[in-house]
């Protein structure tokens, strides 16, 4: 528990940060005691001051499901336009290869917009991409599907 003089500076301290955000005296010991009382916009401070959330760094989900859209869809259609030009010989062996490189593409593209390491996270996504394909050709070998 600590001392009541570490206490008094902690609130001092942060009284004269609340201040300098443009907070109104009356109101900085109302945020702890009930939500009842805390005015509209405490929530909103709250969030921009203690944990860091501001507009800018806001969840986006719109954008978020239109990205997503995209990226699967580029990531479906590379098997399918590789699979309508290859001979069939060929097939499973050009479109597993081609399907890994988009893969691997999309994953470098995340990554960068995400501000990850980048070959980093291409390997991550072609690492497991390749291991899933081939449980899914183990899976299908022993059931006695081609896949």
Do not use: Y
């Not at 443009?22 to 805390?38: H, I, K, S, Y």
């Not at 497991?128 to 183990?138: V, Y």
């Amino acid at each position: 528990m600590p001392s009541k003089i570490a206490w008094m500076t902690r609130a001092r301290k942060a009284r004269g940060a609340r201040s300098a955000a443009g907070l109104e005296p009356a109101t900085f010991g109302l945020q702890n005691r009930c939500p009842d009382v805390c005015p509209p916009w405490a929530l909103g401070a709250h969030a921009r001051e203690e944990l860091g959330i501001s507009e800018l760094s806001a969840a986006r989900p719109i954008q978020a499901a239109l990205t997503s859209a995209a990226t699967f869809t580029a990531g479906a259609l590379a098997p399918l336009l590789i699979a309508a030009v290859v001979p069939p010989k060929l097939l499973v062996v050009l479109v597993s290869t081609g399907s890994l490189v988009v893969l691997a593409g999309l994953g470098a593209v995340g990554a960068k917009a995400g501000g990850a390491p980048v070959a980093r996270a291409a390997t991550r996504v072609t690492f497991w991409g390749a291991l899933a394909m081939a449980l899914t050709a183990a899976i299908g070998g022993l059931v006695g599907t081609t896949v």
